[in-house]
């Protein structure tokens, strides 16, 4: 599955951003189309001109036969709940395609009240890979929630990598917050019927078991996140590496039936976006 790398267009001046997407989504569409059973696409969205946005995501999926897109939370600094993305995400659920968040480098005032100061490196890996890149996000999808967004669409579904971006883990404290936001179904509802989970190359059999409880193996999509997590073992750590088979050995040796497996491993996926057909002689949403 590919798509551009963080922080995709979303900081870009609004007239640049519409131009790379184009570029970037029709580059993408043309190596699916050499490829096509080898590759699928995210495409990139220009949401700084946010009426271009839901226009390229429409004309990504019902012309170029690409089954999702790729957002990277903040757009400068506007989250991910600005009100002016309704049309965006309301083109999203009609086209029955999802939108794939990934995280970005939080805010530099927050970058310097909570990640500065500590010795090396250190610093700048715990606001980015290490932790911050996962609060930030995560924190956006409870504003999106709290928000309303997923009321006023909701059909509207969201792929949220990293294992949920750390709210899985704390759903049974932060729910006491549903009913001060009006919300209309449990908080836990939305990430079952909103959201669907990616590892994102994490590796941890802790964090699989987790998201399976909390969402069901029919809402999880399997992603090893290559090539950041292939070969990435310094120290020894084991966590992040995906290489020498592990990709593919840690899905065959999860706790699952061999039909859930396949689910996880494809099928949840194509449940998802197998509307969504590509062809040469003319791409379109079925």
Known sequence: MLSLASPGVQN??????MHVAGEANNALAEIVDAHPQRFQALAAIPTPSP??????????VTQLGIRGAMLYGRTGDKLADAPEFDDLYATAERLRVPLHFHPQTPVQSVQEAYYSGLPGGVGRALATAGLGWYYDLGVQYLRMIFSGVFDRHPGLQ???GHWGE???FYLDHIGVLQDMA???RPLADYFRQNFWVAGSGTVS???LRWTAEVVGTDRMVYSTDY???FGTRPGGFPFLDTSGGVARSFLESAPFTEAEKAAIG???WERLTGHVTAGRGGRQAV
């Open 182 to 184: 009006k919300l209309e």
């Open 158 to 160: 969201v792929i949220a």
């Open 205 to 207: 059999e802790r964090y």
């Open 12 to 17: 870009l001046a609004a007239k640049d951003a």
């Open 51 to 60: 009426q271009a946005a839901a226009a390229e995501l429409e004309r990504a």
């Open 166 to 168: 750390v709210v899985l």
């Open 227 to 229: 090539p950041y997590t």
């Open 266 to 268: 494809s099928g949840n």
